[in-house]
């Protein structure tokens, strides 16, 4: 799992996503919830691509934009679950695609992407 997790970091970092202002920090983990998973979705602090913005879809629905240099925190339930990033306009300079990632959700677990 942690080598997913690492590949899928890099894979993220290679991405270089969003816009050019620089979102929140991260403060504090979100409490648990029963029967869900809690998903972070980061995005570091890039001068590639920082202007165009990255879609996160979870399960084929719009769900977030990761601003340049920020995250997102979100409950999920356990399960089979799809995450993948789209442009806004223009495809990623780097890897030229976008990522389509896949994890299988676990209650009570954290998942760091």
Known sequence: ????????????VIAGCSSTDLGPKF???????????????????TSVNMAIDKLIFINGKKSFVVPNGSYVAT???PG??????RSTGQTNIIT??????????????AYYI
């Open 96 to 109: 030229g695609h976008e990522l389509k990632l896949s994890f299988n959700l676990e209650a009570g677990k």
């Open 75 to 77: 409950h999920l339930p």
């Open 27 to 45: 403060n504090e983990p979100l409490k648990p919830l029963d029967g869900m998973a809690t998903v972070y979705i980061y995005r570091p602090a």
């Open 1 to 12: 799992m942690r080598k997913i997790t690492v590949n899928i970091f890099i894979a993220l």
């Open 80 to 85: 089979e679950t799809s995450f993948e990033t």
